[in-house]
């Protein structure tokens, strides 16, 4: 167990929806990552967020958002779902220094229909 | 741009078995260098990491990992392979620029047959 959980396990919904994955970090990191693996792109970095602020982005779509809170958990948003968007979607949490280890979630799957 | 290549997409070895998972990065400077595995319907579990030292790198459940700098290699290694490693495995390299984000090779899946 890495102590990084993610809420939900599984997610189906239908196209042009909206989905809200949840995750909350290892306690004390500050860094959260979010990921996108899918069979045709692999794993790909989507954002980061550092102490409650945007660090920086990745391949994220325009489509999709993310925010950390206070208590430091994230959320990421998709909407306007589309087929494409299904995939299986990680946080990942880091203490915030640049030699520690990422630990990854367990991961939400999306499948959009 | 940093990279890493996993130019095997599944490596088969027999239990008992040593076996060798390869990955090879291209980074300008020195790089920080990540094994995951990832089991079947599970999240990336850490094995090992390279920052800097000793270019053999010991990790969880037996695997280790070599640096080798002239061949700008970082290969997952174990003595004897079980049929519990079976499992996808990912090789990844810090990005230096203005995040810590991980880029990840195209995985590796290994099948440890009994």
């Known amino acids: 167990d890495s102590g990084v959980t993610q809420t939900p396990k599984h997610l189906i919904t239908a196209t042009g929806q909206r989905v809200t994955l949840r995750c909350s970090p290892r306690?004390?990191?500050?860094?959260v990552y979010w990921y996108q693996q899918s069979l045709d792109q692999g794993l790909q970095f989507l954002i980061q967020?550092?102490?409650?602020?945007?660090?920086a982005k990745g391949n994220i779509l325009e489509r999709f958002s993310a925010q950390q809170f206070p208590d430091l958990h994230s959320e990421l948003n998709l909407s306007s779902l589309e087929l494409g968007d299904s995939a299986l979607y990680f946080c990942?949490?880091?203490?915030?220094?640049?030699?520690?280890?990422?630990?990854f979630g367990p991961g939400t799957r999306l499948l959009v229909l | 741009a940093q990279s890493v290549a996993q130019p095997e997409d599944q490596v088969n070895v027999a239990e008992g078995n040593p076996l060798t998972v390869k990955c090879t990065y291209s980074?300008?400077?020195?790089?920080?260098l990540f094994w995951y595995v990832q089991y079947p319907n599970r999240g990336l579990q850490f094995l090992l990491k390279?920052?800097?030292?000793?270019?053999l790198v010991k990790g969880s459940y037996g695997f280790e990992a070599e640096f080798n700098k002239s061949q700008t290699s970082f290969h997952l290694k174990k003595p004897s392979a079980l049929v519990s490693d079976s499992a996808l495995y990912f090789c990844?390299?810090?990005?230096?620029?203005?995040?810590?984000?991980?880029?990840f090779g195209t995985g590796t899946l290994l099948a440890v047959q009994p």
């Open positions: 990942a949490s880091q203490s915030g220094q640049f030699e520690e280890t990422q630990y």
């Open positions: 306690s004390g990191d500050l860094s």
């Open positions: 967020y550092y102490n409650g602020e945007e660090r």
């Open positions: 980074v300008s400077g020195n790089p920080y």
């Open positions: 390279y920052i800097t030292g000793d270019n």
């Open positions: 990844a390299v810090r990005d230096k620029g203005a995040t810590n984000k991980l880029i």
